[in-house]
């Protein structure tokens, strides 16, 4: 029975590599530069104990290819292989230009054996052969993000967060910058200016929509966002992705916390009325609505950011929760029946102004 298995494909853009002596750089580092690189990586893990793994990475002049059968073990830097399991075999074939390299691993014993050959000759395992199999790893997991285990405690050890966080900038995808922050974020207490800076490092480098939302809803949960300068990066990036559900999922995951300062109810009910989706508006503002942090004062702004629903159903619905919800002051109540003119629906615009009416009588 099959138990995983992992898929992912790229396409960059750059210049492909001259034909001439043996590259020394990882081929993973040169297929990037083709003008159609794309880059294949599947696990697959059976009941039985079965384990294969197949790497495949093509450009324009070179080609990669990875196979294992049984599971690989890497050194804590992930920049050797120590051992495969259950009497393995792993076989690298790199295609440059015109030349091929070829390494070799087995296992027989508990005891590890490697050969390489280039070009179909023999070469002997030496400092140079290593480095380039290092170099290609690290390239292997900024690409999969198969190292995190093994790369990110040695990371933590050698530079702290700062370390880490350079290193994401290195990545090729998106899903390999939000596995490593989200390990970070979840085997790591930081400090505000460390969610900072992962806010910002997101910001810049993530362009999904739903990886930006796996990490601002982790760092919600954990930093209190009571730090100006981090409140502010963290709804700034809100802001400026473009899916409403991702949005409303993170407005949703801060308003489900138990205490929130006025600062930071206000900024997230703001930034809910500029959603183009009224019912994702509705769904973050009700759940506004259901924070024992918001006070009568918190009113307004609710009503002033639902007004922007086109859907008299979305108004009507939260207007008659903030009826519910609060005692309105003068401005409030102004807000709240401006809001209500604006619903067509003579059925939604009675239940709005009987909710009122119902909410002075308390």
Known sequence: MLAAFVSVFLVLTQPAPQRGAVPSQ??????KRGRNSSAENSHESY?????????????????????????PRFNAEFTDIVGVSNGG???????????????????????????????????????????????????LDRMSGIGVSYRLPSLLARGGVRAVLDETEKFSSDYVRSLYLLRLIDQRQLSEDEYQRIVVTAARDVRSD???????????????????????????????MTSDYERSRILQTIFARTQLSRDLVREAVRSAGTFRSDYERSQVLLAALGNKSLTDADAQPVVDAVAKSSSDYEKSRVLRAVAARFTLDAEARRA??????????DYENRRVLAALVKSDGR
């Not at 990882?26 to 297929?31: G, H, V």
């Not at 209190?224 to 700034?236: G, K, P």
């Not at 709240?336 to 629906?345: D, E, M, N, P, V």
């Open 336 to 345: 709240y029946l401006r809001a209500a003119g604006t619903i067509k629906s």
């Open 89 to 139: 075999t792993l076989d690298i074939t790199a295609i440059t230009g015109s030349h091929v390299r070829k390494i070799s691993f087995r296992s027989n014993g508990g005891t590890l054996t490697r050969s390489q050959t280039i070009d179909g000759s023999p070469r002997p395992w030496d400092d140079t052969a290593q480095k380039w199999l290092a170099d290609l790893l690290i390239d």
């Open 210 to 240: 739903y990886e930006m939302s796996r990490i601002l809803r982790a760092v919600a949960e954990r930093s209190t966002l009571e730090n100006a300068a981090t409140r502010r990066a963290y709804l700034e990036a809100v802001d400026h």
């Open 26 to 31: 990882s081929p993973l580092e040169i297929c």
């Open 47 to 71: 009941d039985d104990g079965t384990v294969r793994w197949r790497v495949h990475w093509s450009g324009d002049d070179c080609t990669v290819d990875l196979r294992a059968t049984g599971e």
